[in-house]
């Protein structure tokens, strides 16, 4: 069987026959990067459009802060998302606040993550 010839990449390179040069190894690896990166942010863009809609539908239906009685404008998880993932889109585990209460759970949720 007769060799091939190697040949001359676009890039200047002299590359073996039936290889890839290292341009388009390179070349692939950012292709590839870029779909995997893109892949999950798409997801997440949908689980986004959920997650809106489940929290404006709450806030219509539960308008003021649960704690102080304030109009609420945050929905706010009971369980915190990084305990219980899979209920984020669980309405019973939804609670609307106004502003203040919600940075303060949001402060007490991080504090207690800190010293776990
Ligand atoms: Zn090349
Ligand atoms: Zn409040």
Redesign the pocket.
Known sequence: MPRKPPRICGCGQLVAAGTRCACQKRHDAERKARFDKGRPSAAARGLDADWRRLRKDHLRKHPF?S????L?LEVDHIIPRSVAPARRLDPTNLQS??K??HSGAKQREERRNHTR
């Open positions: 802060c704690r102080c009685g304030e609420a606040l106004c203040p209460c």
